[in-house]
């Protein structure tokens, strides 16, 4: 009996059916929308697209408003360009190609060249070539590799790594590599081959080789369709074509003739990654009339349907929106006739987060495809492979960017603490970099939010370092250099007393220490900083100077509405006499205090009636004694007292001598 077979991966791939779906979203927003050449290579889709607003251009010139970046990506200077225009860039590039675009960038800016297996003239290569930094080479066989090893001594004589176009062709990618292992020294490989494409290929294959005749399905300047066409017709006849009428003319005359050859043909369909569903079915309509079967159109709709239902694969990325959640899965629906469920454990890296809190009914979810159950119709997804893996592309460009990340510390290690990023990724953190200094205890990082830089990530491994250290050390240095810039003379704080020394106390401003003088301090005499404060004790300070070239700030913490001076002279007035404690002796007389912070001089001819040749015999230090106020400097903050004037007839003969109090 003649049979169809459907090629189960045949058809729109994951990238391609984004890009059309963002492009046609960016239409609905904005009317109109321009693609940097064709979305796909089908030029039906093409013309409905068109008639949808997207329209392809070749020249970001000729694109108004809004521009979007087709799944095969661009290089980096065309954003520079759009962005010059002025034009809105909506960006459809896919993931697998951006993380190639990634790769390059980073280790040609760390001195790598790059080798491109690749066709140098595809868009996506030439989009490739366009991140590296440094020297970059593209190569699409082993003649062209054997002619660049040739010509091009120096090129990855110090460093080389090697990147592969998506679509690549299996074969000549291991020809390539085994050669690049032999001549180059340690040559970085990344297997960049996308598996949506390399899968569909290998089912190519395997179909057409127990097929009699193949139609393959796609553009004619789609290179995945033509690789396809290229497997298929070396086991059996094949024909390309870009859609159903393709069946028509000399292809429709070929399949009659097989199909007349016998009762038992079987043909196999398969379609590039450009292809829509749509499109499929109407070269089905057009098989039908050529075989006049019904039973093969049943066995047709049948396949359809179980294409339909296997449009997924393992490992894939899907939307799934969510339709219901209860305390051991989500059920999800992903657009295809499958029922989908993300058990529990696969909804969230953090096992305390119940399903209803980590999805609710009607979001939309990306998630991965992990088994499939065709027979039953059903597949599983996790989305906490998704997140694991947006966290890793979020750390690596967190590192490229040099960009803080927040998570919690969830375990510790041996020799160090796991963090697990806000967006799930795992993160060791050695313990020379947790900023828990050499004697303290890494337990302490225990559930607390930490933010940390990246240091080291190997994709391949799923690996990444950070360091707590130096995202704290950053942010140190933020609020240092904001402090000096903010500095001024005059301006207060209130900060803790972090030392102290004989000749005064530092003061933590917020990550910056000032100095108070002993002399600082208070308005009253003080002989050493103890007297006055205590280590921890909050100060209020105000800035005199500061230096930020030696990062020296100098504080006081004397307020002027406590000026004891001030005080004194509200209080007191010349002739007023006055009750003073004796606080030194000199030879040339006596200081009394007359308030805190407020001295005068007993000037030894202003102690007695009598000649005085000696102050100690006859004061004492705190011995209190009357005295009158005879003069005050108030320039100069000094005040003279005289004893003898209150000696009966010492008034005459007092003499105010002119003498440095002190405040
Ligand atoms: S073939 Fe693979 S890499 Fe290319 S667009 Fe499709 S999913 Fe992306």
Same mark, same amino acid.
């Given at each position: 009996m003649t049979r169809i077979i459907i090629g189960?991966?045949?058809?729109?791939?994951f990238g391609v059916k984004r890009a059309v779906d963002t492009a046609l979203a960016a239409a609905s927003e904005h009317g109109r929308v321009y693609t940097?050449?064709?979305?796909?290579?089908?030029k039906d889709v093409i013309s409905e697209l068109r008639e949808k607003g997207v329209i392809p251009v070749?020249?970001?010139?000729?694109?108004?408003?809004c521009i979007v970046i087709r799944s095969h990506g661009v290089p980096e200077s065309t954003y520079r360009e759009i962005a010059e225009l002025g034009l809105k860039c909506v960006d459809a590039t896919c993931p697998y190609v951006e993380r190639i675009h990634r790769t390059v960038a980073k280790y040609s800016s760390e001195g790598s060249d790059v080798l491109v297996? /690749?066709?140098? #003239?595809h868009p996506e290569v030439i989009g490739i070539l366009g991140y590296a930094r440094g020297r970059a080479e593209a190569v699409r066989n082993v003649s062209e590799l054997n002619e660049l090893i040739n010509s091009d001594?120096?090129?990855?004589?110090?460093s080389l790594i090697v990147v592969v176009q998506t679509t690549f062709d299996m074969c000549k990618w291991t020809d390539l590599q085994e050669i690049i292992k032999k001549h180059y020294t340690n040559p970085q490989i990344?297997?960049?081959?996308?598996r949506a494409t390399a899968d569909r290929q290998s089912e190519a294959h395997a179909l057409a080789k127990e097929c009699d005749a193949m139609i393959v399905i796609g553009g004619w300047h789609s290179s995945n369709s033509r690789k396809l066409a290229d497997i298929c017709v070396e086991q059996c006849t094949t024909v390309f074509i870009e859609?159903? /009428?393709?069946? #028509?003319g000399g292809n429709r005359e070929l399949l009659t003739r097989l199909l007349s050859s016998s009762n038992d043909v079987k043909i196999g369909i398969t379609a590039g990654a450009?292809?829509?569903a749509y499109i499929i079915k109407e070269v089905h309509r057009i098989m039908s009339e050529i075989i006049k079967d019904e039973a093969v159109d049943a066995e047709f709709a049948a396949a359809i349907d179980q294409m339909e239902r296997v449009r997924v694969y393992t490992g894939q990325r899907v939307k799934a929106t969510v339709v219901a959640v209860n305390k051991t899965e989500a059920v999800v629906d992903i657009g295809t006739k499958h029922s989908g469920y993300i058990p529990a454990e696969d909804l969230?890296?953090?096992?305390?987060?119940a399903p209803e809190d980590a999805v609710k009914v009607g979001d939309v979810i990306d998630c991965v495809v992990t088994k499939i159950n065709d027979a039953e119709g059903y597949v599983y997804l996790s989305k906490k492979q998704v997140d694991a893996q947006q966290g890793m592309e979020k750390i690596v460009k967190a590192k490229e960017e040099n960009a803080t990340v927040e998570g919690t510390v969830t375990n510790i290690v041996k020799g160090g603490v796991m963090v697990t990023s806000k967006d799930g990724a795992r993160v060791f953190v050695p313990a020379s970099q947790?900023?828990?200094?050499?004697?303290?205890?890494?337990?302490?990082?225990?559930g607390k939010q930490v933010g940390f830089k990246v240091i080291e990530v190997n994709e391949g491994r799923g690996r990444v370092v950070g360091s707590i250290k130096a995202a704290e050390k950053e942010a140190t240095d933020a609020v240092k250099a904001k402090f000096w810039d903010e500095l001024e003379v005059g301006k207060k704080f209130i900060g803790e007393v972090k030392s102290m020394e004989s000749y005064g106390v530092f003061v933590d401003l917020g990550g910056v220490d000032g100095m108070v003088h002993l002399t600082e301090l208070t308005w009253n005499r003080v002989k050493h900083p103890k007297e006055v404060v205590n280590i921890g004790d909050k100060l209020e300070v105000t800035v005199k100077s500061y230096d930020p070239e030696k990062k020296r700030v100098s504080l006081t913490a004397k307020k002027p509405e406590d000026n004891p001076w001030t005080k004194f002279m509200n209080e007191f007035a010349l002739d007023d006499v006055v009750k003073v404690q004796v606080v030194s002796i000199t030879p040339f007389g006596a200081f009394a205090q007359i308030i805190p912070g407020v001295d005068g001089l007993i000037h030894i001819s202003q102690i007695s009636k009598e000649r005085v040749t000696n102050v100690a015999q006859v004061l004492s230090v705190g011995q209190i004694v009357e005295a009158k106020?005879?003069?005050?400097?108030e320039e100069k903050s000094r005040v003279s007292l005289s004893?003898?004037?209150?000696?009966?007839?010492g008034d005459d003969e007092a003499e105010a001598e002119e003498a440095p109090a002190e405040e």
């Open positions: 189960e991966k045949a058809g729109f791939c940097l050449g064709p979305l796909i290579h089908n070749d020249d970001p010139r000729d694109a108004e408003g297996c /690749g066709d140098k #003239e001594k120096s090129f990855g004589a110090k990344f297997d960049t081959i996308c859609n159903a /009428g393709g069946l #028509e450009s292809t829509p969230s890296a953090d096992p305390s987060v947790s900023g828990v200094p050499r004697n303290g205890k890494l337990e302490e990082l225990q106020i005879t003069e005050i400097d004893m003898k004037a209150l000696i009966e007839g």
